[in-house]
């Protein structure tokens, strides 16, 4: 069964304190790693996909980065808008119904 | 708004009632997907449609719940004879073809049950 899970559960940081967040996941065969941010009564935002080991995606202050069992989500100098939950769901190669399973997120607090 | 469009935002039922939960994908989507999120909880799979086809509904209850995606119109997902624990947000995500493409969310109907 694919499993994700995702560490810490919360984090607290102060503006400018850089930290990685990591989801680690159990998957038959990778077909893709997601990442999202979902803000209180909104729906998930699509940030990355990653496909293989060793990928790396950059968006301002976010880096996503793959390995074969996990990836890490590195937030860099954090501004107190970067304050979200952070999602991450894979989807396996042989899932028919191209579902994705989502970890259960971690919660992130950036202080000014 | 070229966003995935869900209604209502949120939904009010006493129990034994019906809810119609309603998504309009991102236009050019022709997958849809649906999900639930429990409070304290992650998202939860449902049900994977295509137009007027329902592809995978594994993680749908096989009682009460049934979700369709016809020719014209938005994908509806049917909650009959609502209970309590049916009290939870739903979102539905669209996308432009399956396999390893991302998945874009609505925001999601919050259903409460009285």
């Known amino acids: 069964e694919d499993q994700v899970t995702q560490s810490p559960e919360a984090l607290r940081l102060q503006e400018g304190e850089s930290s990685s967040l990591n989801c680690s996941y159990t998957?038959?065969?990778?077909?893709?790693l997601f990442w999202y941010r979902q803000d209180p009564g909104k729906g998930p935002e699509f940030l990355f996909t990653l496909y293989s080991a060793g990928e790396e995606k950059e968006k301002e202050r976010l880096k996503a980065t793959l390995t074969k069992k996990e990836s890490f989500l590195h937030i860099t100098a954090p501004k107190p808008e970067d304050s979200a939950t952070y999602l991450c769901a894979v989807q396996a190669e042989d899932n028919y119904g191209q579902n994705f399973v989502f970890g259960p997120g971690t919660r992130l607090s950036v202080l000014p | 708004n070229a966003g995935v469009m869900q209604n209502p935002r949120h939904l009010v039922r006493r129990r034994g009632q019906e809810a119609r939960l309603r998504c309009s994908p991102m236009k050019g989507h022709s997958h849809v997907y649906w999900y639930r999120q429990l409070p304290e909880e992650g998202l939860k799979f449902m049900v994977y449609l295509q137009k007027e086809n329902i592809i995978d509904e594994s993680g749908m209850p096989k009682e009460r719940f049934s979700a369709e995606f016809p020719k014209e119109g938005p994908s509806i997902l049917r909650i009959q004879q609502v209970v309590r624990g049916d009290s939870a947000a739903y979102f539905c995500a669209s996308s432009p073809m399956g396999g390893g493409q991302p998945q874009h969310f609505g925001d999601g109907t919050r259903l409460s049950i009285l």
């Open positions: 998957v038959s065969g990778l077909r893709g």
